[in-house]
């Protein structure tokens, strides 16, 4: 371990976008969901991922909410037109009516009739705020069932009040349709539309106590993007011309400072598990709801649906239609790999259909200096992480390596030249691996297969060390282009990485940074903590692979890495790799769609 400050950190301002964004006017719906308004009225960033991305994220809240939404919806019944509700009391459940006055939609869970009068209800899964008067309804809440009102008068139904039904507290709140209430909405409801049409999502809020319930906590990254835009905005104050190509400099370091430092409102880690199934001959079967792995009929292993992340298959592992069927269904993956280790590819749900950020992918990866300028994000951070665990965890730190290294990591951030960029990194490669064998604590018996090291090769790997390295790689490319698929890139458009059939891109684009910290440091403690061991390898020719014993032990060492917390170098919390992952594609997203104006690459300490 060294003392030694961190090197200074160089951040990259890309161009402007074209808003990708620009053309969404005419594919706007026509009606609005009042439901929308609600979320609108909520938080505007969040109405703008639902309404015009088609984001959606389950929280207990949706979940709890949707499930009573489902008991109501199989109750539907029709309403009595309006001029037979005179005289009569009566319930209707799942009315959908629709404003053409108001370019409105709404789905109601019930419609009480009562003598001329209607009134929609709304069932709310949380409890209603405190008002001067007692229970009150919240304002997203009142905008709501304002909008189903309106919906119902043009109509021709008489509505002079609706009422929200919380269940958390088995509470009716009356909500009384008066101008005022009518006025906010109809003002609420344009500015929706407004900003639907406008094509720029709106900056999350501040420090808002909305957040952590959220069920878009996890995709809108709040108080990690306002720090990005605040950084964009003083790069724009201090360099009014910073995103002009020609005149990119170097920008300042920046030093994370407590200051308006991000609440950490994404889980630190996932409760969820992959499972690997790796044997010749099993198969993967489904009762109920858990997961069964058979070698013929004898039952190995169980796991249950909800606690699995990803199903892992290396080799000839059997699925049944119900398994695939279901993981489908749950949108978890179902992963491909040889018996050596190789990726192959996926099966998997329709997944995310944010088709906008696809296209501001396919539009930024057509732009040379915009490709460029990210590469050299990814590398100089590839670079540092090479540097610090050479720093970390050699035997010996070797003083020259790491000089060398600090300057091809600051070469490779101010480099705009992907071919100069590819050099760059060759040459950080080798002298980063030169001294890997300094990592390697295990002493190799004469005459054995052990853990000597000279270089990396591939394709066959021709020693135990790059057998690890390259299963170990192949995990990482796994998770991250479950990841890309997850929050709508694709895969295998990428940005550094050349386009080529069947190479996941942009999933090794992402990787860089995170092969020394996750990949390397896994193979390095599978050998040195003796999970993998020198008999653990099979020779074929010049080919070396793991045997299963020792693929279970890197796979073992591989999943506690990810599973490790680590202090997120710029927004200072705690969070698993895993979780990195995710947090670093999101933040590539933004930089992707033009809401904030650099990428900043995952880098320890
Ligand atoms: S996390 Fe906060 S800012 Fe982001 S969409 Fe949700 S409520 Fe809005």
Redesign the pocket.
């Known amino acids: 371990m060294s003392a030694e400050p961190a090197p200074p950190r160089v951040f990259r301002a890309f161009p402007r976008p074209t808003p990708a964004r620009a053309r969404l006017r005419a594919e706007l719906p026509e009606y609005l969901p009042a439901r929308m308004l609600n979320e609108f009225v909520?938080?505007?960033?969040?109405f703008f991922?639902e309404w015009v991305e088609g984001v959606f994220a389950h929280s207990a809240d949706t979940v709890g909410g949707g499930l009573r939404h489902e008991t109501l919806d199989a109750g539907e019944s029709g309403l009595p037109a309006p001029e037979d509700t005179d005289g009569i009391v009566f319930r209707a459940r799942g009315v959908m009516l629709s404003s053409d006055r108001h370019r409105l939609i709404a789905k109601m869970d019930l419609v009480e009739v009562q003598e001329g009068s209607v009134a929609p209800i709304d069932y709310k899964y949380g409890s209603p705020r405190e008002g001067e008067d007692g229970p009150a309804a919240w304002p997203a809440d009142r905008a709501q069932l304002c909008a189903q009102a309106l919906v119902l008068r043009d109509n021709g139904y008489r509505c002079d009040e609706a009422v929200a039904y919380y269940h958390a507290t088995k509470q009716r709140v009356r909500v009384l349709i008066d101008g005022t209430l009518v006025e906010e909405t109809v003002a609420a409801l344009q500015s929706a539309r407004a900003l639907a049409e406008s094509g720029r999502i709106p900056r999350?809020?501040e420090d808002?106590p909305?957040?952590p319930?959220?069920?878009?906590?996890n995709?809108?990254?709040?108080d990690e993007t306002l720090m990005a835009l605040r950084w964009r905005d003083e790069e724009s104050a201090i360099q009014p011309t910073l995103f002009e190509p020609s005149e990119l400099q170097a920008p300042e370091p920046l030093e994370r400072t407590t200051e308006g430092e991000p609440r950490r409102?994404v889980p630190a880690r996932d409760d969820l598990r992959p499972l690997y199934v790796t044997g010749y001959g099993l198969t993967v079967s489904k009762s109920g709801g858990v997961l069964q792995v058979r070698d013929r009929k004898a039952l190995l292993q169980e796991a249950r649906l909800n606690d699995v992340s990803e199903l892992n298959l290396f080799g000839a592992v059997q699925v049944t239609a119900s398994v695939v069927e279901a993981m489908c269904q749950a949108e978890k993956p179902i992963v491909h790999f040889s018996t050596g280790g190789w990726f192959h590819g996926m099966t998997q749900g329709l997944g995310l259909r944010n088709v906008f950020l696809r296209r501001g992918q396919f539009e930024r990866a057509a732009d040379p200096v915009f490709c460029a300028q990210l590469a050299g994000a990814f590398v100089a951070s590839k670079i540092r992480n090479q540097r610090t665990m050479l720093q970390r965890n050699h035997v010996e730190p070797p003083a020259r390596a790491l000089l060398r290294l600090k300057a091809l990591a600051g070469a490779a951030a101010r480099c705009d030249d992907i071919e100069r960029l590819l050099g760059i990194e060759g040459t950080a490669a080798r002298t980063y691996f030169e001294h890997v064998p300094g990592l390697i604590k295990v002493e190799t018996q004469p005459g054995a297969m052990g853990f000597d090291f000279e270089q990396r090769n591939r394709r066959p790997p021709r020693d135990p060390v790059n057998a690890m390295l390259s299963l170990a790689y192949a995990f990482l490319v796994r998770d991250l282009t479950i990841v890309c698929h997850a929050i709508g890139f694709d895969p295998f458009m990428g940005f550094f990485h050349q386009l080529r059939f069947g190479r996941p891109a942009l999933a090794l684009d992402l990787m860089e940074e995170f092969r020394p910290l996750v990949a390397d440091s896994a193979v390095i403690t599978a050998i040195n903590t003796r999970m993998v061991t020198a008999d653990d390898f099979v020779r074929t020719g010049n080919a070396v692979g793991l045997s299963k014993k020792g693929r279970a032990g890197l796979i073992r060492a591989y999943e506690q890495r990810m599973d490790t917390l680590v202090t997120h170098p710029v927004f200072g919390y705690r969070v698993s790799y895993r979780r990195v992952l995710e947090i670093q594609a999101r933040l590539l997203a933004r930089v992707v769609s033009g809401e904030t104006g650099r990428y900043v690459g995952f880098e320890t300490r």
Not at 42 to 46: A, E, F, G, H, I
Not at 213 to 217: P, Y
Not at 219 to 222: F, S, T
Request: charged share 15%.
């Open positions: 909520y938080c505007p960033r969040l991922y999350p809020l808002s909305k957040c319930r959220c069920s878009l906590v995709v809108c990254l709040p409102l």
